[in-house]
């Protein structure tokens, strides 16, 4: 039978033995992926851009390259037929803005749980539902990326719908910000949230509620906290160098998992 939207067959994962995937929002991300980092990858789905590749790790294992789109909607629909299709692990590897004047763009993030603002994870668990990531595979991740990256940070993100109102943006169309938007990136500093994206908070709800593992490794593209405009926009620069790092950290604990030497619980 054939997925919905991921134009694949659940048949034809099973065969293939296929548990565990690479979640990017951006389907170029996914690309690089497949054609940079994998051997004998092969697309199998390109469907409404949501592009998936299988491929084989350094060890000779099988991992699927997937693309979530951006925002909670399109990622629910896509772990939802991943996790119909036998994926027993997501690690999302994104891009996301630093809130924390500590961290600067460059930087990578591991969230181990997140404030989720986001519709489409309450058509799934009660609002209060926690957000929280696999423990021992956002530890794992932690690790591995400190050994490639120097600067990489462990915390909480918010997880919201918007990236313009909902990460308190005012230089575009609607710089008339709903006074529940206004302060928001002060207030996130005194909570201790560390960074705003827009798929974990749903990925880590529909993880527990589905039973699979799930963590997120994102690259810091934009400094939210300067309050500078230039700051605001993403810092294209940077982008090819944090994806590098977030791709090789997350595919070092995927073969972590395939090699033995990480064992998540059930
Ligand atoms: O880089 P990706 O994975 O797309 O993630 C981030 O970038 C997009 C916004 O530009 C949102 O999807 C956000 O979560
Ligand atoms: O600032 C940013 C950068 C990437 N993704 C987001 O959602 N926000």
């Given at each position: 039978m054939l997925l919905n939207h991921l134009n694949f067959t659940i048949d034809f994962l099973s065969k293939l033995n296929v548990h565990l995937c690479l979640l990017s929002g951006d389907p170029s991300r996914t690309r690089m992926i497949a054609e940079k980092?994998?051997?004998k990858s092969e697309l199998v789905c390109d469907n409404r851009g949501l592009l998936c590749y299988i491929g084989e790790t350094s060890l000779g294992m099988p991992i699927i390259a997937a693309t979530s789109g951006m925002g909670a909607p399109s990622t629910s629909i896509v772990v939802n037929e991943l996790a119909q299709a036998g994926i027993e692990v997501i690690i999302r590897v994104g891009t996301t803005g630093s809130i924390q004047k500590y961290i600067a763009p460059g930087s990578l993030i591991v969230n181990y749980a997140s404030l989720c603002k986001q519709g489409a994870a309450k058509d799934i668990a009660p609002n209060e539902y926690p957000s929280v990531a696999s423990p021992l595979l956002s530890t794992d991740l932690y690790h591995t990326a400190k050994g490639i990256h120097p600067s990489v940070y462990f915390g909480i993100n918010a997880s919201v719908d918007t990236f313009y109102e909902g990460q308190e943006r005012?230089?575009?169309?609607?710089?008339?910000?709903?006074r529940k938007q206004q302060g928001l990136i002060q207030e996130y500093q005194h909570l201790n949230i560390l960074n705003f994206e827009m798929e974990t908070g749903t990925l880590f709800k529909m993880a527990s509620v589905y039973k699979f593992h799930a963590t997120s490794i994102c690259g810091v593209?934009?400094?939210?906290?300067?309050?500078n405009e230039e700051s605001e926009?993403?810092?294209?620069?940077?982008v090819d160098d944090v994806t590098d790092k977030t791709i090789l950290s997350a595919l070092k604990t995927l073969e972590n998992i395939q090699s033995g030497k990480l064992i998540l619980n059930n």
């Open positions: 980092y994998l051997r005012y230089g575009n169309a609607n710089p008339h910000l709903l593209v934009a400094a939210r906290y300067s309050g926009k993403i810092m294209h620069n940077i």
